[in-house]
C-alpha cells in the first residue's frame, strides 16, 4: 500500500514570460562559486537540498557562505541525506557507532546550527543503503535557483563531470521552496508521496519523484518520449534499464554512461551487470567519472525535447523509491546548451552528437 502524501505547501503561481530569463548551464566548479557568491550577499532565503553535503577543501567556502548568512538573519535551510556519511560496511554497525565521516558531518550540522541556520539531515542510517534516498539537488538564493543536475556538495562531487543549471526566476524558486518543505516534511513522517508535475511555463515542466516505491514521473516522461523518438542521446552515471533501455535499443542512439573502470567496486558490479542484461556499450572514453544525467529526444521532424536533473534513468531507482527532480523542456535555447555541454565535457575529443542543433 502506498504511503499517505504529506500535505502539500502552497503551490507558487506559474512563473510569466517577462519574469523568466533563460537558464545559464554551470560545470560542478562553476555552479560553487556562482552560489557561494550569491549566497555572501543573500537578503532573504537560502536552501539547500542534496544527497552529499561535506565541509571539504573545495566545499568548505560554501559552508563558512552559510554560516555567515545564518548570522546576519538569513533563513538559511539545508537538508542533506544520511547517504552523506553512510556506507555499505556503516548500515552494519551499531547505531551509536561514529566513524570518521559521521563525525565530521555532525561537526559541520552542528556549525551551521550553531550560526542559525535549520539543518535536517534525510533518511535512515538503516537498511539498504540505496533505498529511499534523496537524490534531489538544488539550490536557492534569494529568488535564483540552481537545480536540473547532479552536482553533489563534496570536493568529489563538484569535480565530477556535471552540471546545474542557474534558473534567475521567483516563482520558480518559490516553487523549490515549496518542494523542500515537501521533502523535509516526507523525512520526518518516514512517507513518500506520489509524484508530481509542476508548470513552470509552456514550454518547460518541472518533476517530482516523490520516493514511493515503484511511482517515478521522471522515469515514465523518458518512456514516453522514448516511445516517439527518432534519435536519442542519454547521458548519465549508468546503463539505461527497464523499459526505457530497451526501447532505447530499438532506436537510433548514442550513449554515454561510466565504463566499469571508473566506478567504485558497487557501482562497477551494477554497470556490469546491467550492461550484461541490455547488451547496451558506452560511447564515453575519458578518465573523469560521469555524473550528469540528461536525455535528449529528437521527434519526427526534428523537434526537440529533453530530461535534465537528478535520475539516473534505470529502473533500479524506481524499484527502490528514490526522490528525484527534474526538467522537461522543449525550449531550444536550454537544449542546445545541454547539447554544448556533451560535446565540451562527454563525447571523444572532435566528435560531434546526432542531435541537430538549433
Known sequence: MA??????PAAAPPA???????????????YLADAVDRIATATR????TTLTLADDDKTGPLIAALEAAARRGVDVRVAADVFTYIDAAGTFLPRGHLTRRKRASSAMA???AKAGATFMWLGSERGLIWRGRTH???CVVDDVAYAFGGVNLDDRGV???????????????DMLDA??????????????HRSLSLRTGPRDEVLVDGGVPGDSIIYRRAVKYAKRAEHILLVSQYCPTGELGRLIEARDHELFFNPPRLASPANRVLISSSMAVTGHRTAYRRDTYLHAKFMVFTLPGGRRVSLTGSHNFVAGGVRLGTREIALLTHRGEVIDQLIDFHRREVAPQGANSGVPAR
Not at 518543505?181 to 513522517?189: D, V
Open 45 to 48: 532565503r537560502v536552501l539547500i
Open 110 to 112: 552542528s556549525r551551521l
Open 136 to 138: 534531489t539537488k538544488f
Open 179 to 192: 518542494v523542500f518543505a515537501r521533502i523535509r516534511e516526507a523525512s520526518l513522517l518516514e512517507q513518500g
Open 159 to 173: 569535480s565530477n563531470v556535471d552540471f546545474m543549471l542557474r534558473c534567475e526566476d521567483a516563482s520558480l524558486a
Open 3 to 8: 504511503p499517505t502524501a504529506p500535505a502539500a
Open 16 to 30: 510569466t514570460a517577462s519574469a523568466v530569463v533563460t537558464p545559464r548551464l554551470l560545470t560542478g566548479s562553476e
